[in-house]
C-alpha cells in the first residue's frame, strides 16, 4: 500500500475520532473496512506520535497542548523567528512577484521584511500579515477578497480569490511537529487551507523553529519531502537535523 493511502487512512481515524472519542477498535476496523491487525497497528504509531492512546479494546484522542494566540508567539523565540525570516526573504528572487504567506508568528516576521520589497503580489490568511503589509507599497489579497489601501477595506469579488492563482514561492508554518514527517496542524479547516496553497505554489518553504520539533499537533498536512526546502534555527538538535536532511534541503539560519 502507499504511504499516502496509509495516511489517508490514519487521518480518517483522527476524523472520526475527533466526532466522537473514545471510540471502540471493533468499530474503526468497521468503518475503514481494513482488519483489526491494520486498525491497531494505525493505533500505535498514531499513539507513539501523542496524539491518541489505546485503552481497554478503545482508541481515545488526546488532548492537543493549547497553543496561544499567535500575536503572543510573537515574542516566543523572538531571535530564532527573526533569523528564519531573514533567510526566507533572502529566497526570494526578482522574477518571484507572487508570494504566499501561512498563518502564525514566524511567516508575519516575512511580512514585515516583505515591506522592503517592491511589485509584489502577496496572498496571506493571516491578519498578523496583514498589519503588517499594510505599510508597505506591495499588493496584498486576502481569500475573502482584495484589501484596498485608501478605503482600509476589503472588497468580495464573490469568487474564491485563491482558486485562479499562482504563487511562485510560498512559505508555511506549523505547529508541533515532533514525531512526524511533515508540517501539521491543530485544525483541519487549517490543514486544508495550507494544502491548497501549497498546490498553487511553484516554490515551496516551510520554516520551522527548533522548538516546533518538541511539541506534537494533530493534524498532518505536507509531508517534508513536498516541500523544496526547509528553513529552521541554529538551535535545532543534530540528529532532527540529519533526519530532515534525507527528506529535503534544510537551511540553518544563523
Known amino acids: 500500500m ?3 493511502e496509509i495516511q489517508q487512512r490514519r487521518e480518517q481515524i483522527l476524523t472520526l475520532l475527533e466526532q466522537r472519542s473514545p471510540l471502540a477498535v471493533s468499530t474503526l476496523v468497521q468503518q475503514l473496512k481494513v482488519s483489526d491487525e491494520t486498525v491497531r497497528h494505525d493505533l500505535a504509531i498514531l499513539a507513539k506520535q501523542g496524539i491518541v492512546a489505546k485503552r481497554y479494546g478503545k482508541a481515545e484522542l488526546l488532548p492537543a497542548a493549547a497553543l496561544p494566540p499567535v500575536a503572543a508567539r510573537s515574542t516566543t523565540e523572538a531571535e530564532a523567528k527573526q533569523t528564519i525570516a531573514k533567510a526566507a526573504l533572502a529566497l526570494i528572487t526578482p522574477q518571484m512577484h507572487t508570494i504566499g504567506l501561512d498563518q502564525g508568528s514566524t511567516t508575519a516576521l516575512v511580512a514585515q521584511g516583505l515591506n522592503q520589497l517592491h511589485d509584489k503580489t502577496i496572498v496571506t490568511r ?65 490543514a486544508e487551507a495550507k494544502q ?59
Not at 498532518?220 to 519531502?225: I, S
Request: hydrophobic share 40%; proline share 2%; with cysteine.
Open 2 to 4: 502507499k504511504a499516502i
Open 196 to 254: 491548497q496553497m501549497h498546490h498553487q505554489s511553484t516554490m515551496t518553504v516551510a520554516l520551522l523553529d527548533h522548538t516546533k520539533f518538541e511539541q506534537t499537533s494533530l493534524i498532518a498536512v505536507t509531508p517534508f519531502e513536498q516541500f523544496d526546502c526547509l528553513i529552521t534555527d541554529a538551535q535545532i538538535d543534530a540528529k532532527t537535523l540529519t533526519a530532515l536532511r534525507q527528506q529535503t534541503d534544510v537551511i540553518v539560519a544563523q
Open 126 to 190: 493571516s491578519l498578523l500579515s496583514l498589519i503588517a503589509l499594510k505599510d508597505g507599497d506591495n499588493a496584498f489579497y486576502t481569500p475573502g477578497g482584495y484589501y484596498n489601501a485608501d478605503d482600509m477595506a476589503f472588497q468580495n469579488q464573490n469568487r474564491d480569490t485563491m482558486a485562479d492563482l499562482q504563487l511562485d514561492i510560498s512559505f508555511f508554518g506549523s505547529s508541533g511537529v515532533k514525531n512526524r514527517q511533515g508540517t501539521c496542524s491543530s485544525s483541519f479547516t487549517d
